[in-house]
Protein backbone atom coordinates (compact mmCIF):
# COMPACT_ATOMS: atom_id res chain seq x y z
CA UNK A 1 0.00 0.00 0.00
CA UNK A 2 0.84 3.88 -0.49
CA UNK A 3 -0.57 6.47 0.72
CA UNK A 4 -0.64 9.76 -0.53
CA UNK A 5 -1.02 12.77 1.30
CA UNK A 6 -1.56 16.55 -1.11
CA UNK A 7 -0.89 20.18 0.45
CA UNK A 8 -0.24 23.83 -1.20
CA UNK A 9 -3.57 24.37 -2.23
CA UNK A 10 -5.15 27.81 -1.92
CA UNK A 11 -6.60 30.77 -3.21
CA UNK A 12 -4.40 32.88 -6.01
CA UNK A 13 -4.60 35.63 -8.76
CA UNK A 14 -4.31 34.92 -11.84
CA UNK A 15 -1.08 35.63 -13.16
CA UNK A 16 0.16 33.77 -9.78
CA UNK A 17 1.95 30.61 -9.07
CA UNK A 18 1.50 27.91 -6.32
CA UNK A 19 3.40 24.97 -5.27
CA UNK A 20 1.49 22.03 -4.20
CA UNK A 21 3.85 18.58 -2.53
CA UNK A 22 2.17 14.73 -2.72
CA UNK A 23 4.29 13.05 0.23
CA UNK A 24 4.28 9.38 0.07
CA UNK A 25 4.41 6.55 2.53
CA UNK A 26 4.10 2.89 2.63
CA UNK A 27 5.73 0.96 0.14
CA UNK A 28 7.87 2.78 -1.88
CA UNK A 29 8.47 -0.32 -4.57
CA UNK A 30 4.96 0.30 -5.17
CA UNK A 31 5.41 3.90 -6.03
CA UNK A 32 6.93 4.11 -9.54
CA UNK A 33 5.35 6.59 -11.18
CA UNK A 34 3.64 9.67 -9.87
CA UNK A 35 1.10 11.93 -11.59
CA UNK A 36 -1.38 14.58 -11.08
CA UNK A 37 -4.69 15.34 -11.90
CA UNK A 38 -7.42 18.29 -11.50
CA UNK A 39 -11.18 18.02 -11.49
CA UNK A 40 -13.06 20.80 -12.10
CA UNK A 41 -16.91 21.32 -10.91
CA UNK A 42 -19.01 18.82 -13.47
CA UNK A 43 -15.81 17.92 -15.19
CA UNK A 44 -14.18 14.74 -15.87
CA UNK A 45 -10.77 13.97 -14.21
CA UNK A 46 -8.30 15.27 -16.27
CA UNK A 47 -4.54 14.34 -16.51
CA UNK A 48 -1.76 17.44 -15.88
CA UNK A 49 1.83 15.48 -15.43
CA UNK A 50 3.36 12.37 -14.53
CA UNK A 51 6.79 11.77 -13.56
CA UNK A 52 8.85 8.60 -13.62
CA UNK A 53 10.32 8.39 -10.07
CA UNK A 54 13.83 5.95 -11.11
CA UNK A 55 14.92 8.79 -13.74
CA UNK A 56 12.85 12.07 -13.40
CA UNK A 57 11.35 12.01 -16.95
CA UNK A 58 7.99 13.37 -17.44
CA UNK A 59 5.17 13.95 -19.19
CA UNK A 60 2.93 17.08 -19.70
CA UNK A 61 -0.52 17.83 -20.89
CA UNK A 62 -0.59 20.54 -23.70
CA UNK A 63 -2.73 22.88 -21.56
CA UNK A 64 -0.28 23.36 -19.25
CA UNK A 65 2.77 22.91 -20.95
CA UNK A 66 5.89 25.69 -20.05
CA UNK A 67 3.52 26.66 -16.75
CA UNK A 68 3.61 23.84 -14.75
CA UNK A 69 6.42 22.00 -13.82
CA UNK A 70 6.34 18.32 -11.89
CA UNK A 71 9.07 17.15 -10.30
CA UNK A 72 10.83 14.55 -7.48
CA UNK A 73 12.70 14.29 -4.69
CA UNK A 74 13.76 11.15 -4.32
CA UNK A 75 15.15 11.30 -0.74
CA UNK A 76 11.72 12.77 1.16
CA UNK A 77 9.45 10.48 -1.54
CA UNK A 78 7.70 13.59 -2.11
CA UNK A 79 6.51 15.14 -5.85
CA UNK A 80 5.53 18.58 -6.54
CA UNK A 81 3.73 20.71 -8.92
CA UNK A 82 5.09 23.97 -9.64
CA UNK A 83 2.23 26.15 -11.08
CA UNK A 84 2.84 29.46 -12.90
CA UNK A 85 0.94 31.59 -14.61
CA UNK A 86 -2.43 30.59 -13.21
CA UNK A 87 -5.25 30.73 -15.01
CA UNK A 88 -8.63 30.99 -13.56
CA UNK A 89 -9.31 28.26 -16.12
CA UNK A 90 -6.72 25.64 -14.02
CA UNK A 91 -9.60 25.77 -10.86
CA UNK A 92 -9.76 22.47 -9.48
CA UNK A 93 -8.79 19.90 -7.15
CA UNK A 94 -5.92 18.46 -7.32
CA UNK A 95 -5.21 15.29 -7.13
CA UNK A 96 -1.87 13.01 -6.52
CA UNK A 97 -1.94 9.36 -7.85
CA UNK A 98 0.86 6.70 -8.04
CA UNK A 99 1.39 3.95 -9.73
CA UNK A 100 2.93 0.30 -9.44
CA UNK A 101 3.99 0.28 -13.51
CA UNK A 102 6.95 2.47 -13.87
CA UNK A 103 5.78 3.38 -17.62
CA UNK A 104 4.14 6.62 -17.59
CA UNK A 105 0.77 6.99 -18.05
CA UNK A 106 -2.47 9.72 -18.96
CA UNK A 107 -5.80 7.52 -17.81
CA UNK A 108 -6.84 8.09 -14.15
CA UNK A 109 -8.02 4.44 -14.12
CA UNK A 110 -4.37 3.06 -15.00
CA UNK A 111 -3.21 4.54 -11.26
CA UNK A 112 -3.65 2.25 -8.01
CA UNK A 113 -3.05 4.77 -5.16
CA UNK A 114 -4.83 8.40 -4.95
CA UNK A 115 -4.33 11.15 -2.34
CA UNK A 116 -7.42 13.28 -0.86
CA UNK A 117 -7.30 16.00 -3.23
CA UNK A 118 -6.03 20.05 -2.62
CA UNK A 119 -8.31 22.80 -4.03
CA UNK A 120 -6.65 25.53 -6.51
CA UNK A 121 -8.64 28.59 -6.97
CA UNK A 122 -7.24 31.27 -9.71
CA UNK A 123 -9.62 34.32 -9.21
CA UNK A 124 -9.62 36.66 -12.33
Known amino acids: QVQLVESGGGLVQAGGSLRLSCAASGRTDSRNAMGWFRQAPGKEREFVAV????????VYADSVKGRLTISRDYAKNTAYLQMNSLKPEDTAVYYC?????????????????WGQGTQVTVSS
Open 51 to 58: ISWSDGST
Open 97 to 113: AARRTIAAATRPYLYDY
